[in-house]
């Protein structure tokens, strides 16, 4: 096996080209994003998604998971190449960069070809506009068995570095769909389970909704909560009781508490 390229000079094209993924034009004009760590590169083999391009740092230590990432890299057309630790701390901005970072074509599937059955429950989120959220969820989406993650609206990108950051790797692992309220209320309309929406104005307590896999959850902004319109096209809406000072749940803790509540609800009847 040939010896990877050797990239020192923080000017260098590729290393211009994987910077500019922080960017959400330029991922989306290329279809790409940036995975950073061995853990990531590792979920997503797993799935059999391999990188693009395979960026190892030369103090990156031998493991048997980077000899397959290199391996597997190649075998599917990927280039793999070394670089500088400075190289490395100006593409992930941080002191202690990961050693091994991705590239990755995004991937979204269409609501058409989603098959609600081929999970207990599934999650569709309101314009969500903080990375770290849509992260929490897409790996809480994963912990708890969903299917996937149906973005409504104006969302922030699940493919920026932060979100796919706080997904530790389940960004591989789920369904990712986007979709105008339009085309979501459309396609809601053939769901053959429950549509359950989340609102502080709720009556239905969160555990005493009848919910009939499979089931999706509907969650709101940060802000401005679950439109009227989008909660008027669920089921039932429902409330996780607020005992203390506090108006409401951060949103991806509440989708937690939901996801949870729920399958555990499905599994139990079942
Ligand atoms: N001011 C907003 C409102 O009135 O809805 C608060 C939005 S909250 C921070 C973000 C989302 O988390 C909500 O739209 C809802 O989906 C969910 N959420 C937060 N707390 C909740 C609760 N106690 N019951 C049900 N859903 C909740």
Redesign the pocket.
Known sequence: MSEPRLITSLTNDTVKAVRALHMRKEREATGRFLAEGLKFIGEALDQGRTPTLLMVGMEARPHPLLDRAMAETRAAGGEVVTVTHPILEKISRRDNPQTVLGVFDQTFVKLADIDPASAPCWVALEQVRDPGNLGTIIRTADSAGCGGVILIGDCVDPYSVEAVRATMGSVFAVSIARCTAEAFLEWRASWPGSVIG???D?THG?RDAPVQAPALIL????????TDTLAAACDVN?????RGRA?????AV?TGVMVYAVTDGIAAGA
């Open positions: 989340t609102r502080l709720a969160y969650m709101g902004n940060e802000q401005a909560g679950l429902v409330k996780i009781p607020m108006d409401s749940l951060n949103l509440a």
